[in-house]
């Protein structure tokens, strides 16, 4: 018999279009990890709803993050791909998970602390966000999760809610492990000081033509003390160059690195570069979300068949979880 794969689980929000923000810092990583995990890979739509945003493109969302991921290697066949509110095990289990998180751990992560410090009125939703990613986790008893450097603390919180229930109702959730991944870290946007983010206005989206490509590298910033294109630039504190390392071949990233210190490329030039292998990098991923986007029908085919498969395990976390908890069986 055939040993069970590790299995982890990751989501990544339905904010539309996916930009290379995503690609390099989560979804790139997701496919390498496909022939060694059983990976469930979920688009958390519940998780989106806790700001400000408009129902009446959320579905559309959905479907456009649905196509970029599958482009971009997301192989239905290789892994679970689902959308969140289509496994309402889910909400049940934030719900009995809150039950053994203090309020104290929720009000001192800081992704809350820094989005309610911009608010008027903070909702619940915004507060209890993490139990609800503990749960995404713990519904599929997930080993690993991988993960930037920037959430740790979340992870950190699930396996601590993990244990606390644990030690309430018997051993039963495994304390997920953090999967870092290898390129994990913040990408930058085009401002190039804060993490690329819609909410900044400063993606590149993963699917844009060359033209528009080329339009957007334009407005990049680039290293601050370089004034005149015959002024030598430093390429390491340049968000340009850094963008060169995921994009470009190893041996013309070294051949800029030079010609930038020593002042024999501009920055225009160095934009143009990028923008030309930024497009001829991603044209396979284009090709394949142009197809997909083609048939929508067949894109929401794939994520209820990808639900259908992840209610089937959250039924049964669900069962045992309730059981424990002197709850009964759910419903049928």
Not at 172 to 196: C, H, N, T, V, W
Not at 291 to 298: D, H, S, Y
Request: charged content about 25%; proline content about 7%.
């Amino acid at each position: 018999m055939s040993q069970r794969k590790p299995r982890i689980f990751s989501g990544i929000q339905p904010s539309g279009e996916m930009h290379i923000g995503n690609y390099l810092g989560a979804v790139r990583n997701w496919v390498g990890l496909l022939d060694e995990f059983d990976a469930f890979y979920c688009i958390v739509d519940l998780h989106a709803i806790t700001v400000p945003y408009d129902p009446g493109d959320l579905e559309q969302r959905v479907l456009d993050l649905a196509v970029g991921l599958m482009a971009s290697g997301l192989d239905p066949e290789r892994c679970t791909l689902f959308v969140q509110s289509a496994v309402p095990e889910h909400a049940e289990l934030q719900w009995l998970l809150g039950t053994v998180t203090p309020l104290g751990e929720l009000q001192r992560m800081t992704q809350f602390k820094d989005k309610s410090r911009h608010l008027d009125s903070v909702n619940t939703g915004l507060l209890t966000y993490p139990v609800l990613q503990a749960a995404d986790i713990l519904l599929y008893l997930g080993e690993h999760v991988p993960v930037g450097e920037d959430q740790r603390q979340h992870l950190e919180l699930t396996r601590e809610i993990a244990r606390r229930w644990n030690a309430r109702f018997g051993d039963y959730f495994p304390e997920p492990q953090p999967l870092i991944l290898p390129q994990g870290r913040r990408i930058l946007g085009l401002d190039g000081a804060s993490k690329m983010s819609k909410s900044q206005d400063n993606t590149i989206p993963l699917l844009a033509e060359p033209e528009d490509l080329r339009a957007l590298v334009r407005t990049a910033v680039t290293d601050p003390a370089r004034v005149r294109k015959d002024d030598p630039g430093n390429p390491h504190v340049c968000n340009v160059f850094a963008l060169h390392g995921h994009f470009s071949p190893s041996a013309e990233r070294d051949d800029i690195e030079i010609l930038c210190q020593t002042a024999g490329i501009g920055c225009v030039d160095c934009k143009n570069r990028l923008s030309d292998n930024l497009a001829g990098a991603l044209a396979p991923v284009r090709d394949r979300a142009r197809e997909l986007a083609e048939q929508p029908g067949r894109v929401q085919e794939i994520l209820a068949a990808g639900a259908a498969r992840a209610r089937g395990v959250a039924r049964d976390t669900i069962s045992e979880v309730r059981e424990r908890m002197g709850l009964g069986s759910p419903s049928p």
